[in-house]
Nanobody
Framework: QVQLVESGGGSVQAGGTLTLSCVAS????????VGWVRQGPGKEREGVAL????????SYADSVKGRFTISRDNAKNTVFLQMNGLKTEDTAMYYC?????????????????????WGQGTQVTVSS
């Protein structure tokens, strides 16, 4: 059984920093594309940051480029999302997702529903 468990969410002021973590069990993250997807209040889910199986390809939403960084620790089967310079519009539930059979980071970022496995999410709230 595949489980993805996120942690690290919380409430911060604008300009602050948070680092999200996602630990996987029953699935090896380094065998697939992995990413973070968020859903804000009244919004659709959007791809935020992705990393490919080899860990050498990345894709970020334009809204987070230069502020968010995705990384992976294969030994710990964990993926991270470091979020700097947080803005109120970053407020959302953040989900870890894995298991994509395709080849395109570009496509997956825009169609995150293609991920097979999802965590329960961790809430990030940014106040002004």
């Amino acid at each position: 059984q595949v489980q993805l468990v996120e942690s690290g969410g919380g409430s911060v002021q604008a300009g602050g920093t948070l680092t999200l973590s996602c630990v996987a069990s029953g699935y090896t993250l380094s065998t697939s594309f992995v990413g973070w997807v968020r859903q804000g209040p009244g919004k659709e889910r959007e791809g935020v940051a992705l990393i490919n199986a080899l860990g050498e390809g990345y894709s970020y939403a334009d809204s987070v480029k230069g502020r968010f960084t995705i990384s992976r620790d294969n030994a710990k089967n964990t993926v991270f999302l470091q979020m700097n310079g947080l803005k109120t519009e970053d407020t959302a539930m953040y989900y870890c997702a894995a298991g994509y059979g395709g080849q395109s980071l570009w496509y997956l970022l825009r169609h995150p529903s293609e991920f097979a496995y999802w965590g329960q999410g961790t809430q990030v709230t940014v106040s002004s």
